[in-house]
């Protein structure tokens, strides 16, 4: 077995026989990874405290035939210990870590641009210093930028045209009159310019966004989301009904709950480079 050492951050953890996990990193250099983490489960364990999902660590492995061993391990950052304290941070935290897992399908294929990406999601949160939804929607939205699926939201997604109507999830974005499907929606103009404004990191006019219009952005984002991942995020339904009990706020249901649509037909691919700032967070 070979020995090779990276850092990442930890996604989530599984009990393995009677004191060991299975743990599964997104690294900086080798992508996702799971790791054999033994005996921390038991109290004398070195390291298994380490090891709980947003920890930020440094890693020491010996390449196994199915699962890596964990040998070492050094924490960069425990970013856990600033969001469990806060139930809405801890929510939004953790389905960046359920979507950063399903945006990174096979393991050991190099995806830095996700681990930057959620890196500096996790950071943001724990700094208080935006709101943890708006946080949230950001790194869904250049998360899926970086997979390259981010909406069309200056112009049509299907002719390009700059007269918008309408919002179809289907169709990629933004719909102008003559493409719009029957199933669109029509959001009011200032959630679109917020979408706009989370995707290229303008956070002085995220941050003075109408809570209306933040209700509705995370709306359109997350049924995005979930369309392009054919499948729900879990702890999406406990963001949404955490943000249902603000003042001001309705619950937006998720993509298969009840309430929810579903819109039918093929997303639009989009090309992550016309995408700025689309890997990093900037506060």
């Known amino acids: 077995m070979s020995l090779y050492r990276d850092e990442g951050v930890v996604l989530r953890t599984q009990k393995l026989g009677e004191a060991d996990r299975i743990i599964t990193v997104l690294t900086k250099r080798a992508g996702k990874v799971r790791g054999v983490a033994k005996g921390v489960r038991r109290t004398t364990s070195r390291f298994g405290a380490r090891l709980e999902p947003f ?15 964990i040998t070492q391990v050094e924490t960069i950052r425990p970013y856990g210990e600033a969001l469990v304290a806060d139930y809405p941070r801890y929510t939004a935290g953790t389905a960046m870590l359920e979507t950063a897992d399903r945006l990174t399908l096979g393991e050991k294929e190099p995806a830095l641009r996700q681990f930057l990406l959620l890196v500096g999601g996790l950071r943001t949160l724990a700094e208080r210093e935006h709101e943890a939804r708006l946080v949230l929607d950001a790194y869904f939205l250049r998360s899926l930028a970086v997979a390259g699926y981010a909406p069309a939201l200056s112009e049509c997604a299907r002719c390009g045209a700059e007269a918008v109507r309408a919002f179809a999830i289907a169709a990629g974005g933004v719909v102008c009159g003559s493409c719009r499907p029957p199933a669109a929606t ?33 709306g359109l984002v997350a049924a995005y989301l979930q369309w392009h991942l054919e499948h729900g995020i879990r702890s999406l339904r406990h963001v949404e009904r955490e943000q249902a009990r603000e003042p001001g706020r309705e619950w937006w249901p998720s993509v298969g709950e009840p309430g929810a649509a579903s819109p039918p037909g093929a997303a639009r691919g989009f090309d992550p480079k016309s995408t700025p700032n689309s890997h990093i967070f900037r506060a």
């Open 186 to 218: 029509v959001p009011a103009a200032e959630t679109i310019a917020l979408m706009i404004a989370l995707l290229r990191g303008d956070w002085p006019m995220a941050d003075a966004s109408e809570p209306r219009h933040r209700t509705e952005c995370s």
């Open 55 to 69: 920890s930020h660590v440094d890693l020491q492995l010996h390449e196994g035939r199915s699962l890596d061993v």
